[in-house]
């Protein structure tokens, strides 16, 4: 079976005037036209390729690379809006449509948004929607407390950044524990601070428990290498210096600095740490 809107790894069938045919193990062939054929492939090879519907409503396959794939998130710019709705720029000939029904604001041409990739079940096409809280949900949690996680930044909120977890869950990082730029759009490897009785989520950008102090002194110790081995910070510091200069809190700055001093790594004095 040939899955639109995703990867799939297909057999070269035969060649023909407009390009090759692929197959599945299924039986279903799809063409994959001649300005996406390899310059180096044969009849019975295995070709890795994205496959989705062309111009005209017809399955094709492409070795170009979307910026988003079926059921998956991404960062998309608005290439066209027209009385049907927003073309989405996903890297591939055909742009990806956004109804107007599936956008949570008007979107505006030339402006980026986190839009999910799915199939229409009325359509069977490939849409795109802005509405990304309803194929989110918190009812069955798939995630730990301190566990590793995958973050798509969607929206600043009064408490904090509003994040996609594994393409599944929604979640929160508070403004206050965050010591570095973020925006919308953004990826990053995050961890589960904490689950509430409701199921919602608390997430960190840092590792929780004492995994923290290994990255810290290290940030620590890469940004003293970088200043010649000395940085005119201590216990004593603004916190507000810590966080311009490492991204990081006066706490974990603190931890870090201890943990760099007992393997002997540092000198603490009163002007600052020294590299030993």
């Known amino acids: 079976m040939i899955e639109l809107g995703n990867y799939n790894e297909l057999e070269v069938l035969r060649d023909t005037s ?12 799809i063409l994959l036209p001649n300005k996406y054929v390899p310059k180096v492939i044969d009849i019975g090879d295995m070709i890795k390729v994205f496959c989705y519907l062309d111009h005209e409503e ?36 055909k742009h990806l449509l956004v109804p107007f029904s599936e956008q949570r604001d008007k979107m505006k041409e030339g402006q980026w948004y986190v839009v999910r990739c799915y199939m229409d079940e009325v359509s069977f096409r490939l849409v795109g929607s802005n509405k990304i809280d309803k194929f989110l949900s918190n009812d069955k949690l798939t995630v730990r407390e301190r566990q590793e996680v995958e973050l798509l930044f969607t929206r600043l909120t009064d408490l904090g950044w509003e994040v996609i977890i594994n393409d ?8 206050n524990e965050i010591y570095k730029h973020v925006a919308v759009g953004d990826k990053t490897k995050g961890y589960i601070k904490n689950i509430r009785p409701d199921n919602k989520l608390d997430v960190s950008l840092q590792p929780i428990g004492e995994k923290l102090l290994e990255p810290a002194a290290e940030a620590i110790y890469k940004k003293l290498m970088a200043h010649g081995g000395y940085l005119a910070l201590h216990d004593k510091s603004d916190p507000v210096l810590i966080k311009r200069e490492l991204q990081m809190s006066k706490k974990t700055f603190k931890k870090g600095v201890g943990t760099l001093y007992r393997e002997r790594k540092i000198e603490i004095k009163d002007d600052g740490i020294h590299a030993i």
């Open 168 to 175: 599944q869950h929604k979640g929160l990082v508070y403004s």
């Open 58 to 93: 017809r399955p094709i396959a492409t070795t170009l690379t979307p910026s988003v794939i079926r059921n998956k998130y991404g960062f998309l710019q608005v290439a066209e809006v027209n009385k049907i709705g927003a073309f989405m720029d996903w890297g591939l000939e």
């Open 18 to 29: 407009v390009g090759l045919f692929l197959g599945s193990n299924t039986g279903t062939e």
